[in-house]
């Protein structure tokens, strides 16, 4: 059923589109090819989908249209995810997040996490910790308390992955600080522990303990 109702909206806004393009009719093209790129990407075909929404973007940004142009980019982000396509999705996020910053919290967020995610993806470590740092400050100014306190812990995590156990330590207990403002019993405990154990990998075992124990 879902199937064929899929087949059914795609054949009516192809029509449609077509129908605008003979009359000329620019606005509504736009607006028919957008639904049209949808359903495209809700079935799974992402390359023809990013095409479409790549032309309805260049004419919402012609409009100035910045409600209409942030949930372009959040489809050109999505599709280009799906496709592996890291480099474009950092692109398009870079864009997108100052145009969304004091304009929609929900998707400033959606679109920091999908910048620091394709970085990594791509093994740029450094720029992905670069990403981190500003979705932190950006979550800070938002007031998004609980997506700040998630950035940090992020980072902390990733500095201690790759060895970074200074820079780790400083990270882990701004998160320490985030998370008990937030109460965040589990998290609270996992990070005092990774805090004892950097701090006894640093050779620093008087001042391990007692994190060690409030873990426990």
Same mark, same amino acid.
């Given at each position: 059923l879902k199937l064929a109702s899929m087949q059914r909206g795609e054949a009516y806004f192809a029509e449609a589109v077509a129908l605008a393009q003979e009359i000329g009719h620019r606005d509504a093209e736009i607006g028919f090819l957008g639904n049209l790129a949808s359903i495209y990407e809700w079935t799974e075909r992402y390359a023809p989908a990013e095409k479409m929404f790549v032309e #309805? $973007? !260049? @004419?919402l940004q012609s409009k100035n249209e910045t409600a209409a142009i942030l949930q372009v980019y959040r489809h050109l982000i999505k599709v280009n995810e799906k496709q592996n396509? @890291?480099? !474009? #999705?950092i692109g398009y996020a870079e864009k997108a997040i100052p145009l969304a910053d004091k304009r929609d919290k929900v998707l400033l967020m959606t679109f920091a996490e999908s910048l620091i995610t394709a970085h990594y993806k791509l093994g740029d470590v450094h720029e992905a910790h670069q990403a981190t740092r500003r979705a932190i400050a950006l979550a800070r100014s938002a007031g998004e308390k609980e997506k700040e306190a998630s950035f940090i812990l992020s980072l902390a995590e990733s500095q201690m992955m790759h060895g970074q156990l200074t820079d780790a330590l400083e990270t882990y207990q701004a998160a $320490?600080? !985030? $998370?008990r403002r937030r109460s965040r019993v589990v998290d609270v405990a996992h990070v005092t522990g990774r805090i004892g154990m950097i701090l006894a990998e640093l050779g620093r075992i008087e001042e391990a303990i007692p994190f060690h124990m409030e873990a426990t």
């Amino acid at each position: 059923l879902k199937l064929a109702s899929m087949q059914r909206g795609e054949a009516y806004f192809a029509e449609a589109v077509a129908l605008a393009q003979e009359i000329g009719h620019r606005d509504a093209e736009i607006g028919f090819l957008g639904n049209l790129a949808s359903i495209y990407e809700w079935t799974e075909r992402y390359a023809p989908a990013e095409k479409m929404f790549v032309e #309805v $973007l !260049a @004419h919402l940004q012609s409009k100035n249209e910045t409600a209409a142009i942030l949930q372009v980019y959040r489809h050109l982000i999505k599709v280009n995810e799906k496709q592996n396509k @890291h480099s !474009a #999705v950092i692109g398009y996020a870079e864009k997108a997040i100052p145009l969304a910053d004091k304009r929609d919290k929900v998707l400033l967020m959606t679109f920091a996490e999908s910048l620091i995610t394709a970085h990594y993806k791509l093994g740029d470590v450094h720029e992905a910790h670069q990403a981190t740092r500003r979705a932190i400050a950006l979550a800070r100014s938002a007031g998004e308390k609980e997506k700040e306190a998630s950035f940090i812990l992020s980072l902390a995590e990733s500095q201690m992955m790759h060895g970074q156990l200074t820079d780790a330590l400083e990270t882990y207990q701004a998160a $320490l600080e !985030a $998370l008990r403002r937030r109460s965040r019993v589990v998290d609270v405990a996992h990070v005092t522990g990774r805090i004892g154990m950097i701090l006894a990998e640093l050779g620093r075992i008087e001042e391990a303990i007692p994190f060690h124990m409030e873990a426990t």
